[in-house]
């Protein structure tokens, strides 16, 4: 029930604004380090909100927004009460080597959309010029 209530939130607005599609941040995070600890116990660094729109059968694309050339990652602490670790906020900046890691921007429409938002994603990504092709893929 929740999912299809998610769904119909997400279409009401679209069709009521007169809206092809939704674009958003994917997450403000960089992606973490594997076995350390994630965003302030956010789960997968990712935001809630991250996690439903595939949930609520809606349609999602993520396409290349730019790179981070650096990041703070957070780092693990006990709790108040010493009972368990959690993450902490670090000053620590780590610098990355070109490009950098990726960020995606995300384009949301309604089921049945997808030929639109397929549009919309590529002429962005061809528009915006953020999106490097892999050392040994060549270019698009």
Do not use: C
């Not at 995606?104 to 061809?126: H, Q």
Request: net charge positive; charged share 25%.
């Amino acid at each position: 029930m929740l999912r299809e209530l998610l769904r119909r939130i997400d279409m009401m607005v679209l069709i009521e604004n007169n809206l092809d599609a939704f674009v958003r941040l994917h997450t403000p995070w960089a992606p973490g380090i594997i076995g350390q600890p994630h965003q302030y116990d956010i789960k997968h660094n990712l935001r809630p909100e991250s996690l439903y729109g595939p949930n609520a059968g809606l349609t999602e694309i993520l396409v290349p927004a730019g790179y981070v050339r650096a990041t703070y990652d957070p780092i693990f602490t006990l709790n108040d009460d010493a009972t368990k670790y959690v993450s902490k906020a670090s000053n620590k900046k780590t610098k990355l080597d070109a490009p950098g890691l990726p960020f995606s921007l995300v384009f949301r429409s309604e089921p049945g959309t997808e030929d639109t938002l397929l549009k919309i994603a590529s002429s962005y990504e061809k528009a915006s010029k953020r999106r490097i092709s892999p050392p040994n893929f060549g270019p698009i």
